[in-house]
């Protein structure tokens, strides 16, 4: 099978699976590729993402000289970043 090259920098392109599309990416300039109806389910999906979310925030608590720092625990903040995070 013949590798796709990005159409911006003409470097070979590798294509990932996920469980509703498919993603074309580029290593080069970080291009990303997806079909029409695959945008669809990604705009979708993020949808549902941020729909459920409300249930994982708190009141902010009150803060006195004696509160300890916050822990820096990282959060997704779009599903778009579960599906591309670091």
């Not at 669809?40 to 009141?59: K, M, P, R, V």
Request: hydrophobic share 40%.
């Amino acid at each position: 099978m013949e590798a796709k090259l990005c159409p911006q920098c003409q470097n070979p392109m590798t294509e990932r699976e996920f469980p509703h599309l498919s993603v074309t990416s580029c290593a080069g300039c970080g291009g990303i590729f997806l079909a029409r109806a695959d945008l669809g389910a990604l705009i979708e999906a993020e949808n549902d993402w941020h729909a459920h979310q409300s249930a994982n925030t708190a009141a902010l608590p009150r803060i006195t000289g004696d509160t300890p720092p916050p822990s820096l625990v990282a959060r997704s903040r779009a599903y778009i970043e579960t599906l591309f995070g670091a």
